[in-house]
Each structure stands twice: as C-alpha cells, then as structure tokens.
T-cell receptor, first 114, second 115 residues
Framework: AQSVAQPEDQVNVAEGNPLTVKCTYSVSGNPYLFWYVQYPNRGLQFLLKYITGDNLVKGSYGFEAEFNKSQTSFHLKKPSALVSDSALYFCAVRDASNTGKLIFGQGTTLQVKP | DSGVTQTPKHLITATGQRVTLRCSPRSGDLSVYWYQQSLDQGLQFLIQYYNGEERAKGNILERFSAQQFPDLHSELNLSSLELGDSALYFC??????????????FGPGTRLLVL
C-alpha cells in the first residue's frame, strides 16, 4: 500500500536560516510526489511536484524539494526561511490505483522565528 | 486563489441532521475530489468524480454521498450526522481523470461543526 511519512510534527527555524521539512514514502512503481502548504483557515496550496527527471524540483515561493530514490525521500527545502513561511506542510503521493487520489502525510508545522 | 470555490465556508448543525456541501471546480477541470481533514484522521480521500461519473471511493462512510452535475459542480451530502463528523471538508479539482501526476487544486474548505 502507498504511504507517506512526515517524521517531524514541528520544525523550528530562525528567519534567514535554511529549512528542511522531511518526507519519506513507500510506493509500488514510480512515485509521483507532491508538497502542499496550508496557512491558518485556508485551503491547501500547491507548492511543487516530482514526476520524473531532475531530482531537484523547484516550486513556488522559493521552495524546492530533493527526490532521493535510494532513501525513498522527498524533503522540502528553502535556502532562507521567512516568518511568512510559517504554516502546515503536507507531503503527498499519488495513489498507484491510477485514480489520481492523493495520500497525505500527517503534516509538519513549520515555525519560523524572527 | 486556486479557482476552486466551496460553499458554505462554515456550517454548524446538530447530530442527526443532514447537510450539503458544494464545490465548483476550476474552469476546464473535469475531475473533482473530496477530502476530509480532521485532527485524529488527518487528510483523507473520500471520493472522486470525473465528468459526472464516480471514479474512486476512499474512506467514505455510507451516510455520506456525492454527485457531480452536468455543469461539473459537485455536492457532498452528509446525513445522520455524528459529533465525529466535525471536520474540514476540502474539494479539489484537476483537468482529467487519471492524468500523469496532475496537480490537484484545492478549495478553501467547508468547516463543519456538529453539536
């Protein structure tokens, strides 16, 4: 069965420092991986996705993610965190049943302090 | 703004009641997905429709049903509501049924509180 794990409930970083939000996955076949962000009282906003090709994927708002097949990981990164990046981040994998449904991790709260 | 709209934003009702949540997908999108976000279950897929037809079911209770209309908007019907149904319900849309890792765009959600 497909699954996604986000091992950290919360990540704390200082503004201006690099940030990493971790995600590991378990899939059969080729993984299609996504990152979404949820701000308080808002819907999920798409950040980026990995389908195939370059292991470093660039997305919105300066975020990028590194796909590592051997470690089955898809960590979200940003070189310099902003206070406004504070939000709830979700990693997701597309289900292998070909329906397109997404399986989400439990989410990681990112707190960026000034 | 994702282009996906959901109404109402908030809904407060009592146990045993029935409610209808509405979703309008982005222009041109044929697939609609419903997800439930709760503190204990996280984000869970409920059901998917493509161009009016049901395509996939997830962890959707028998008390819940959905449909997609000819104009492609979708409704999620929740009946015999229980306290545990209190959650944030999201609708998402994408262009096709099972495209290669298509992006799903999410609406702002409907927050349901069952008292």
């Amino acid at each position: 069965a497909q699954s996604v794990a986000q091992p950290e409930d919360q990540v704390n970083v200082a503004e201006g420092n690099p940030l990493t939000v971790k995600c590991t996955y378990s899939v059969s076949g080729n993984p299609y991986l996504f990152w979404y962000v949820q701000y308080p009282n808002r819907g999920l906003q798409f950040l980026l996705k990995y389908i195939t090709g370059d292991n470093l994927v660039k997305g919105s708002y300066g975020f990028e993610a590194e796909f590592n097949k051997s470690q089955t990981s898809f960590h979200l990164k940003k070189p310099s965190a902003l206070v406004s990046d504070s939000a709830l981040y979700f990693c997701a994998v597309r289900d292998a049943s070909n329906t397109g449904k997404l399986i989400f991790g439990q989410g990681t709260t990112l707190q960026v302090k000034p | 703004d994702s282009g996906v709209t959901q109404t109402p934003k908030h809904l407060i009702t009592a146990t045993g009641q029935r409610v209808t949540l509405r979703c309008s997908p982005r222009s041109g999108d044929l697939s609609v997905y419903w997800y439930q976000q709760s503190l204990d279950q996280g984000l869970q897929f409920l059901i998917q429709y493509y161009n009016g037809e049901e395509r996939a079911k997830g962890n959707i209770l028998e008390r819940f049903s959905a449909q997609q209309f000819p104009d492609l908007h979708s409704e999620l019907n929740l009946s015999s509501l229980e306290l545990g149904d209190s959650a944030l319900y999201f609708c998402a849309s994408s262009v096709a049924q099972q495209g290669r890792a298509e992006t799903q765009y999410f609406g702002p959600g409907t927050r349901l509180l069952v008292l």
